[in-house]
């Protein structure tokens, strides 16, 4: 069974991943897919009407455009639209084998945020970001859209599969010389 909620609104929340490893993609790009609706699909869903939440589990999957949020669960922050006849989204949760997938790259993490209010996203935990053969790994992913800058942060290991002293790692593979 599939359930789905759609809105307008802002998720994108890679588009400005790539900048850490490659050229990103320009705003405009962005910009169109940010005029998309966002759709979420998951084994299930919850409206908690009083509290202006939906929260999607299993196999949760947010679309927007061309980029994809997934999760165990994704919990979508309803706000009302200016003109007051609609509900948007204005921030989503994802918790559990998060994964992001842009047209560039791929992130993931235990958990994430976007604000899309703010425009600030945000991936923790063993965070691995991948743009064809480039990988880094950090604990903690934080990506600013409105100033296209991305930054990827150490820290200590926090279970048995972070290995290391907790700094940021990279393996920057060349390319073919005519890319």
Known sequence: ????ITGLALLGIGATVAVLVHAAPTMGQF???????????????????????AIARGN????????????????????????????QISRLDAEGSVVLTTPEETASGR?????????????VGSVVLTQMDNVLRGERLVMDLRTGRSRLEGGPPVNAETTGDGRVRAIFTPGDPAQ
């Open 1 to 4: 069974m599939t359930a789905r």
């Open 31 to 53: 910009d169109a897919d940010s005029e998309a609706p966002i759709e979420i699909t998951a084994d299930n869903m919850e409206w908690f009407h009083d509290e202006q939440i």
């Open 60 to 87: 949760a999957d947010a679309v927007q455009g061309r980029y994809t949020l997934s999760a165990d669960v994704l919990t979508a922050h309803m706000t009302e639209a200016a003109d007051g006849t609609t509900n």
């Open 111 to 123: 958990s994430g945020t976007y604000d899309v209010e703010q425009k600030i996203a945000v991936l």
